[in-house]
């Protein structure tokens, strides 16, 4: 782990990053030659770092920082951009020193099987808030309580995903993907999920027509097809929602051919 560039397995007491969650953070795709969706990951990013005010380092000094942990195997690899340390509680000092935290995994075992063999999703029983203009909205800022207590419930409820619910009754996301659902010939997304996901942007980058909108619970269960999709995993086929079996997999075959021209 790097944290400023320096070889470290710690961080002082007071980040604010770790006391307040005041920071944003990416998870990318690390490959032997570099990171494929870098550029988008460096796009929100920065709307992260402006939305939240935070000095966002150069863009080389993060390259930098991705090459020296690469291995010659895929990875992943976490970036984390915190506002500092501070003693003076909510209140944000004068002069911030950003601090830029990376820290790389092992490439997760059971993507494969995942892809081709789809995922056991719930219905989740914890809903989100109403979407609202934040200035937060689709960031990856590190106040993910919501996601921790939806992943909680996934690992109780024994399955691989849950769909998530906002209180108006819209679908927001998965605990850690972004949604696509197949109505008809349509592929449709929700408009405002918590994270606007750089797997799914990378997809809408190549040409596939994803429409954003709101997606009803009784659209969902009409539909013929049900994606996951994130950065690390890319698109993952929902074998079973609920109990009901989706055998369909025509659009997710498309676009999984699509990400593997490229990317892991």
């Known amino acids: 782990m790097l944290v400023d560039g320096e070889l470290s397995s710690t961080i002082p007491v007071d980040d604010r990053g770790f006391l307040f969650g005041d920071h944003v953070f990416e998870t990318v795709l690390q490959c032997v030659d570099g990171a494929p969706l870098w550029p988008w990951h460096w796009q929100r990013l920065t709307a ?8 966002c380092p150069e863009q080389a000094l993060l390259e930098g920082d991705l090459a020296r942990v690469a291995t010659n195997e895929p990875q992943v690899v976490r970036m984390t951009l915190t506002r500092g340390s501070s003693s003076g509680g909510y209140w944000v000092p004068q002069s911030p020193q950003t601090r830029r935290i990376v820290q790389p995994r092992p490439w997760p075992l059971g993507i494969e099987d995942q892809r081709q063999n789809g995922l056991t999703v719930a219905t989740a ?3 989100l808030p109403v979407a609202h203009a934040s200035g937060v909205q689709g960031l990856k800022h590190g106040n993910r309580l919501d996601q921790v207590m939806l992943a909680r419930e996934a ?9 998530a619910y906002r209180a108006d009754g819209s679908l927001a996301e998965g605990v850690a993907s972004n949604v696509i659902v ?4 349509r592929l449709l997304s929700p408009a405002t999920p ?19 909108e709101a997606v009803a619970q009784d659209t969902v269960a009409v539909a013929s097809e049900v994606m996951l999709v994130n950065a690390i995993a890319g698109v993952r086929p929902v074998a079973s929602l609920d109990g009901r079996v989706l055998a369909s997999r025509d659009a997710c075959r498309r676009l999984q051919s699509a990400w593997a021209e490229v990317l892991p």
């Open 48 to 55: 992260g770092c402006r939305a939240l005010g935070i000095a």
């Open 125 to 127: 029983e914890a809903v």
């Open 194 to 212: 918590e994270v606007l996901g750089v797997g799914l942007e990378w997809l809408r980058a190549q040409g596939v027509d994803i429409a954003f």
């Open 182 to 185: 197949r109505v008809g010939d």
């Open 155 to 163: 690992q109780h409820r024994g399955v691989d995903e849950l769909l």
